[in-house]
């Protein structure tokens, strides 16, 4: 546990520790929420909020490590960093595309179609890792044990 992170002489029964669990239940939820909407739809819009969302789990899973067992938080911090990690490389190629295509009209140039052909191809694996480890996080147990650590259904009512 790295010590930048953990914080000493938080309790319990302290409004540091309830408070903690309030902004990692919203966060998971706004997650989940987007988690959703993106397996639906395959937007890129859905997939920018879903990375959006991941990030802003991620840090306050920082700075609350303390509320967790160690290897409860690595595991699910890990997945949330690689998650963070796939939804930027599928953002990134989708805004090089969109990117180009703007270059090409601006400039009155034609690009290779291969160009595009190539980044779409790869768009289309990032999309799929990123579907399949989505659908991993949902499936994985850890997911289930962080929401009882944070008493998730206590507060969060589910759609």
């Not at 859905?46 to 609350?64: A, N």
């Not at 949330?80 to 595309?97: A, C, E």
């Not at 999309?127 to 507060?155: C, G, H, T």
């Amino acid at each position: 546990m790295p010590k930048k992170w953990f914080v000493t002489g938080i309790k319990i029964n302290n409004s540091y520790y309830n408070e903690g669990k309030r902004v990692l239940r919203q966060k998971l939820d706004h997650v989940l929420s987007n988690i959703d909407k993106y397996l639906n739809s395959h937007d890129v819009e859905d997939l920018h909020q879903l990375r959006i969302s991941i990030r802003r789990l991620r840090y306050p899973l920082e700075i609350f490590i303390n509320f967790f067992p160690k290897k409860m938080f690595w595991d699910f911090y890990n997945k949330i960093n690689k998650l963070q990690d796939s939804t930027g490389h599928g953002r990134d190629l989708d805004v090089m595309i969109l990117r180009l295509s703007k270059f090409q009209d601006e400039y009155n140039i034609k690009l290779p179609q291969e160009l595009f052909d190539n980044l779409k191809n790869q768009r289309e694996q990032y999309y799929s890792e990123i579907d399949a480890e989505l659908i991993e996080l949902l499936q994985d147990p850890i997911l289930e044990e962080v929401k009882e650590l944070i008493d998730y259904n206590r507060f969060v009512k589910h759609k």
